[in-house]
């Protein structure tokens, strides 16, 4: 069975509701329909009734069972407003300015109804930024418990199943973080391992990746992931994992062996911690189109309940697997 297979039966045995906030995004729409006929998740679209109704019949999309809620009529929206405004008013905000938000920004309005337990996640990024998803997200739902530092990962399925866990890798950060320092790459690598156990159900071999290989080259950015690496050896002691690696290094094992042969992860590692954010971000859009492997994410860490972004150049079903991802999610977080 695929990996998002495995993740949408899970997610199909306790259902929960997901927003989707971009209804002014036909790929929402399609996404919307195949979600409900493999009754993945429970949904709820936001938008006004009959502006989501007329698009849909445009579009040719059946979306019988989807709940749609309108800002502007909505019942709950006076205490939304109160609870923006209280918990935005150390920076200046009033209920007027709370209101405009709310009837205006529609992801926001959704991050509102998970503050208020009236939803279980939501997917948004098809239209938006990262930023606009995670500023609101931040703000209103701040981060989990124990949480160091929100990050994000993807998944990626590779149809050959030669590398990772039967072809399956997790790769990070490739949306969130820019330029993380060694103690931030050290907390990613722990955030995933955990993540990688929920998702994929099997035991993280991370690598941190690197032009060098165990100090085959000298340079600050070697000594940032090096460092990085005696971190998490210290903070994570019972995970496999090791680095500095270049990647052939991670996971072929004939490489591994040859360029680290004193490494349990080099040649079998499934959890790819890159350097930076143009690493990471070019590595997996190069192993999505090169590969044809299946792209999951990004998927958000650390936040206080499920809020997960998407490439504003997914396609619909990018935004099935993460709906999947996003109601598996709730389910754990529960």
Partial sequence: MAFIDEVKAKAKAEKKLIILPESEDDRTYFAAEQTMKEGIADLVMIGAQDVIADRAKKLGVDLTGVKTVDPATSDKL??????????RAKKGMTEEKAREILLNDYPTFGILMLKMGDADGLVSGACHSTADILRPALQILKTAPGTKMVSSFFILDTPTKEYGADGVLMFADCALCQDPSSEELATIAGSCAESFKT??????????????????????LVDKVHNAVDIAKEEYPSLDLDGELQLDAAIVPSVGELKAPNSKVAGHANVLVFPNIDAGNIGYKLVQRFAKAEAYGPVLQGIAAPVNDLSRGCFAEDIVGVVALT???AQLSK
Avoid at 78 to 87: H, I, M, S, W
Avoid at 199 to 220: E, Q, R
């Fill in 327 to 329: 109601a598996l999610q």
């Fill in 199 to 220: 998702f994929v159900g099997a035991d993280p071999k991370i690598a941190f990746l690197s032009h060098s290989t165990m100090g085959s080259a000298k340079h600050d």
């Fill in 78 to 87: 006076d205490a939304y407003v109160a609870k923006l405004t209280e918990l």
